[in-house]
């Protein structure tokens, strides 16, 4: 089984910072992809950003050049660091992890963290 755990999160005034961590652990074998995805009251869930094992990023034109992504391999762990935020980004967000494990070793699955409240408002 693997788990992702999130941190971080909270309430930020408009055009604050927030940074967001999320672990993954247990019978990993290799990460493809991690990255966050939010979703807002009412709302579908969407794409924040991904990113590969390798670097490679694909961010949601609504955040761009405000949220950054990073990965630390070693640790499988990513975060997400999100600068002059908008009341728009108000949303609950899901970590997500590509992830080929011991249990199912000749495919890769999707892997969600419980999700983690982020409220921007004044």
């Known amino acids: 089984q693997v788990h992702l755990v999130e941190s971080g999160g909270g309430l930020v005034q408009p055009g604050g910072s927030l940074r967001l961590s999320c672990a993954a652990s247990?019978?990993?074998?290799?990460?493809?992809?991690m990255g966050w995805y939010r979703q807002a009251l009412g709302k579908q869930r969407e794409l924040v950003v991904t990113?590969?094992?390798?670097?490679?990023?694909n961010y949601a034109d609504s955040v761009k050049g405000r949220f950054t992504i990073s990965r630390d391999n070693a640790k499988n762990t990513v975060y997400l660091q999100g600068n002059s935020l908008k009341p728009e980004d108000t949303a609950v967000y899901y970590c997500?992890?590509?992830?080929?494990?011991?249990?199912?070793?000749?495919?890769?699955?999707?892997?969600w963290g419980q999700g983690t409240q982020v409220t921007v408002s004044s």
């Open positions: 247990g019978s990993i074998v290799s990460i493809a992809i």
């Open positions: 997500y992890a590509f992830v080929r494990s011991s249990d199912w070793p000749n495919t890769y699955n999707n892997y």
């Open positions: 990113i590969t094992s390798g670097g490679s990023t």
